[in-house]
């Protein structure tokens, strides 16, 4: 007989409640022995008035036979008349049997009652059998050897033995199993301690499919002196009740670990872990490959062929678990398969190894079918994975001889609801996957795929995206080319996260560069970023309100931060201004690091405040870092000492500045950014002086021939003199525009840099702009040869009026190199 553990006691509160019996014990002579507390309240006698006495005087019962006579080693049943202490007379049915030490009968136990309704008439008889044969409560008596005395007919069916075939075993004679010892030790502990011991045993008897659940109680049995007489074991079947328990502890349970994450393959590994070994002893998890690209799969039942891919295997192999440590290579399971079968049907599917469907799948690969004898596997149960009305995988479940009983149809509806709860966790962790996709390749697409090459700064970045957990995130960085080789830094952060903040971030940074074409001051860039930004945000609210985006994460209150600068390579200056974003890190060439002191100003999308711009010197050699508060925020500390560890990391020698930038990055994100964090280091270059050349120009027509002949002679000094001819066309165009159109004071400055670059700044701050000559006007056509002979030009405004600009190309050998 095979016998499972018992479970922890489960205490059921007052026992007084059960029936009342009264146990009473004698000696060879029938004087009472034992009386116990049942018979009291049953009989009313007390210990002191029945211990001594004839049983059969104290409760003027007909003769019993003798213990010792030729019947006293059989049991009797009958119902008699009991009298009461009180005088009445009780019909109670009374049970004999003997009570057996070292093989030698000393004595009898008898068990009365319980007592009939008083009511019940001439049903009392009835009744009163009922405890010897239909009673629910099964009851055992051991004696102090813990050899079986007595037992009950509902005991009598539980252990499907006689009470003759039991009498003078132990427990551990009738059930084999260190279950069956624990017991025996507990009713031992029982004798020993004379405390109560509860608790369940599983018991399979011959014919079951699966194993019984009884709850026992063991109590002492005791004579009026207290000496031990024996055990009294009580069991009530609990199998269902266990059952029903066990189903909802691991639907709780399911409900509790399934879904912790939105990653599909960690969805499906706990799924096996929930299900192994408390449904089956093998568990597997296959999607379809669509899936785990975040594609939709297609609706409905899926007919034929499919292409699954495995993302989570658990197997307990003689109590060893054996776990799918990643996702596996796509399989084809063919139409004949029980996996393409179970999609076909889109139904649960129950097979045995011996069905023709399970037999020839296995038949078709000897490695399976090896391991399947090998581990005796015997039930199969396939599940599909459906989730709001779209099939997404299967799950199949498989019991070993670890678990003899095969799989019924409560172990199917648990298993659906498993596998239906998992569905749902899945089917949102595909979703997550394909709208992360789609943020991060647009956030991919948006960002610069690489920085150009600038002669004012040397530039190093890193772009790190948050974990899947919180999302695609806003975060960005930009070097802009602006006119006379000045360079705009940008870095900014998108408030929220997926796939609305990725665009907000494309529109802020497409709407930084155009901004940053008409060179105005960092401040200024800031304010009208500041008006965008609120404008997106009311136009984002009037989407919502009119049902723009119904399904769609909320777009609106767009907000951000950001901080803008502007490097000037000729005088080695450089201007910024921040809306709510993280201060710079300056590093100066003697290795000292600190945060620059700049306005706070408020993060966009606030309006109404302003944004105040700083200048501060850029030595040769110095380092300039610009970062979101991904890379200095964390769960595990403050923030200050994120920003001290990012300080000193950056004053650690480095070869380069791409070795520097790694550096930090592991630095302050060692376990990898819970959000997105972007990081740019910027080494700012002096433009030699000798390749720029200033003039001061009279606001008089005779100053233009004489700019023009400097210009050239400047040009044929630099090596430039093919540049000579286009050169004095733009620069008598542009002075004398200025002197005509302008104010004074009047200056010409040529830059030697990648390009040959012409300025000519005057007091107006009118910006010209390009118009249509007639064909006998005198005027007209400047701009117009301008834009034609050079390869860009542009117009900023300055603090003394405006600046016009414009550069031309040079050849290869012309353009100045830069040391690293």
């Avoid at 799924?271 to 939709?296: K, Y």
């Avoid at 197997?315 to 999609?343: H, I, K, M, Q, R």
């Avoid at 530039?459 to 000045?486: E, M, N, Q």
């Avoid at 408030?495 to 155009?514: E, K």
Wanted: proline share 7%; aromatic share 4%.
């Amino acid at each position: 007989m095979e016998t499972y553990g018992p479970s922890p006691p489960d205490r059921d509160g007052d026992r007084s409640s059960g029936p009342l019996l009264a146990l009473v014990t004698t000696d060879l002579r029938g004087a009472v022995t034992g009386w116990t507390p049942g018979a009291e309240r049953l009989l009313g006698h007390t210990v002191a008035d029945a211990v001594g006495r004839p049983v059969t005087e104290l409760l003027d019962l007909p003769d019993l036979p003798s213990a010792d006579g030729p019947d006293g080693r059989e049991e009797r049943h009958a119902v008699l008349p009991v009298r009461h202490k009180d005088g009445r007379l009780l019909v109670l049915p009374v049970s004999r049997c003997p009570l057996a030490s070292d093989d030698r009968v000393s004595g009898s136990v008898l068990v009365i009652g319980p007592p009939p309704d008083p009511t019940a008439g001439r049903e009392g008889e009835a009744l009163s059998g009922w405890l010897l044969a239909d009673s629910p409560i099964a009851l055992s008596v051991y004696d102090t050897d813990l050899r079986h005395v007595w037992q009950s007919a509902e005991m009598r069916s539980i252990s499907g033995m006689s009470g003759e075939a039991r009498r003078g075993l132990r427990l551990t004679d009738i059930l084999a199993g260190p279950e069956a010892v624990e017991w025996e030790e507990r009713m031992r502990r029982v004798l020993t301690t004379g405390e109560e011991q509860v608790g369940d045993l599983r018991v399979r008897l011959p014919g079951d499919a699966r194993p019984r659940v009884s709850s026992l109680s063991a109590t002492p049995l005791r004579d009026a002196q207290g000496q031990m007489l024996g055990v009294c074991v009580t069991a009530t079947d609990v199998t269902e009740a266990r059952r029903s328990r066990d189903r909802l502890a691991l639907l709780n349970d399911a409900g509790i670990r399934i879904g912790s994450t939105l990653d599909v393959t960690r969805t499906g590994r706990e799924l096996t872990e929930v299900a192994v070994p408390r449904l089956s002893d093998f568990a597997r998890v296959d999607l379809l490959e669509v899936l785990l690209r975040g594609d939709e799969p297609a609706p409905g039942p899926l007919v034929g062929a499919v292409r699954l891919r495995r993302i989570a295997e658990l197997n307990v192999f003689e109590g060893v678990p054996e776990v799918l440590s990643a996702a596996t290579d796509a399989d084809v399971y063919l139409a004949s398969s029980p996996a393409a079968l179970c999609l076909a049907t889109g139904r649960t599917a129950l097979y045995r190894t011996t069905d023709p469907v399970i037999s020839s799948w296995l038949a078709e690969d000897p490695v399976r079918q090896g391991k399947v004898e090998r581990l005796g596997t015997h039930s199969w149960l396939l599940v599909p994975v459906t989730a709001r009305g779209t099939t997404l995988g299967v799950v199949m479940f498989v019991r070993n001889r670890s678990t003899p009983e095969p799989f019924d149809p409560e172990d199917i509806s648990l298993a659906e609801d498993l596998v239906g709860r998992a569905a749902v966790c899945l089917d949102n962790a595909r979703r997550f996957t394909r709208e992360r996709t789609a943020a991060l390749a647009l956030q991919r697409s948006l960002l610069p795929q690489r920085l150009p090459e600038q002669s004012a700064v040397q530039v190093a970045s890193r772009y790190l995206p948050a974990t899947p957990r919180a999302g695609v995130g806003g975060d960005w960085y930009d070097v802009i080319g602006l006119s006379g080789a000045r360079v705009g830094l940008v870095v900014g952060d998108v408030v929220g996260h997926g796939i609305h903040a990725a665009a907000a971030m494309g529109r802020l940074r497409t709407a930084v560069r155009t901004l940053a074409d008409v060179d105005p001051t960092p401040d200024e860039l800031l304010t009208r970023l500041d008006d965008l930004v609120i404008q997106l945000s009311e136009e984002s609210g009037t989407d919502d309100e009119a049902g723009g985006d119904p399904g769609g994460e909320a777009a609106a209150d767009i907000g951000a931060t950001c901080l803008y600068a502007v490097y000037d390579p000729v005088t080695g200056r450089c201007s910024l201004a921040r809306a709510g974003h993280p201060p710079p890190v300056l590093v100066t060439p003697d290795g000292t690091a600190e945060f620059l002191e700049l306005p706070a100003g408020p993060p966009l999308g606030l309006g109404g405040l302003p944004f105040e711009s700083v200048e501060v010197p850029l030595p040769e050699g110095s380092l300039l870092a610009l970062y979101t508060d991904g890379l200095v925020e964390s769960r595990h500390h403050d923030l200050d000492v994120g920003l001290e560890t990012l300080r000193r990391a950056l004053i650690t020698p480095a070869d380069s500045l791409e070795t520097l930038c790694d550096h930090a990055v592991k630095t302050l994100l060692p376990d990898g950014p819970t959000d997105d964090a972007a990081l740019l280091l910027v080494r700012p270059r002096i433009l030699d002086p000798g390749r720029v050349a200033m003039w001061d120009v009279s606001a008089d027509g005779a100053a233009v021939a004489q700019v023009r002949a400097e210009s050239t002679r400047r040009l044929d000094a630099w090596g430039l003199g093919e540049a000579g001819f286009v050169t004095e066309l733009v620069v008598s165009e542009l002075v004398t525009n200025a002197i005509r159109y302008g104010g004074s004071p009047i200056q010409l400055r040529l830059i030697h840099d990648r390009a040959l670059i012409c300025e000519v700044s005057d007091a107006s701050s009118t910006a010209p702009h390009m118009r249509r000559a007639r064909v006998f006007d005198e005027g007209g056509r400047g701009l117009l040869l301008v834009a034609q002979l050079t390869q860009r030009w542009g117009t900023r405004q300055t603090k003394a009026g405006k600046t016009i600009w414009c550069e031309q190309a040079l050849p290869t050998a012309a353009t100045p190199s830069w040391p690293g």
